[in-house]
């Protein structure tokens, strides 16, 4: 049987992410005892945590080097945790930092890589299911090439379980090449301003609707947006968009100042994956639909009967005015 082996790598504070554990539960469909490995500045809660979840052993690289995310460093440390392990096949979650690496890594060591594996499976050896054309269509590949690299996108399976006492953990010698680059520091928006959370349970798009006249003949974007915005401060949601929605920036129209193009789901924008998902003012129609593949309960908010989340790609749609049910559900939320 082929070894397996699951590689990811630690936050500052040694945590593994969450998708690593997705990846572990991905590896141990395919190997009952799987090889964890992960490599960072500091790696002892994520090693205990893979360690007790079902790794047979977990081996580690630690270098203060590995704090942050760099090419170089980081695929030298990962090159040599998959040659200590000796596996023929490596699972690892689709994170920005791994997405990074990985082919890299499989170049180094002769192997293949296949990214956005949804599924895999040992049914007549070892398999995966992956997204092809934006997540339009589905294979289901075996390679007979070794390594075998597998990325599976977050979101795509369970996360393994708790398995028993913690397996041992072996530290693997690194050497690193010297850093070219250095950080000068981080940037990044206030938490009240960060509208793409892709740990959010609830998935909320906004859609054209939310800009155009309402009832009384008039259009009332500001409200829109204060509703919009106030809904994501109480609730935590992720924000999505409808293409026509962003779209209209360039138009010379009204959008919220708080959307770019980076919150578009759909053909042509990002295809999210959480718990649920609650669409408003948008109709539904195949090309946004496509993003919401892996929303797993889908509801929507439209006054039109007639559109197309009503076509059985909804699991609920709410026939009302937007505006009226969004006012209502803040003020709900900012009671509980």
Partial sequence: MDTVLLL???????????????????ARRLSPAPVAAVFGASTGPAAAALGSAGAARVLVAEDPALDVARYATDAAAAAALVKASGAAIVVAPATSRMMRIAAGVAARLGGRIDTHVTAVDSEGGPAVTRWFYRQRIEARLRRSERPWFVLVDPGALPSAAPA???????RVPVVLPAPRTSVAGERSPASGEQTIRPD?????????????KQAD????????EALVRGFLAVSGASLGSSKSLVDQSGEGQKVFAFMSHLN???QTGATPRHPKGLATCCHGEEPHVVGWRF??????????????WARGKADVLYVADAFAVMEKVNALLAKA
């Fill in 217 to 224: 003949r008039q259009a009332h974007a500001d409200l829109a």
């Fill in 264 to 266: 578009q789901v759909g």
């Fill in 8 to 26: 990811t790598h630690s936050d500052g504070a040694g945590q593994a992410p969450a998708a690593a554990l997705e990846a572990l539960g991905a």
């Fill in 164 to 170: 028993g006492a913690p397996a041992p953990v072996e």
């Fill in 200 to 212: 959010a349970r609830l998935l909320f798009v906004a859609g054209a609707g939310w800009t155009k």
């Fill in 295 to 308: 929303i797993r309960e889908r509801r929507a908010v439209n006054l039109d009967p007639a559109c197309g």
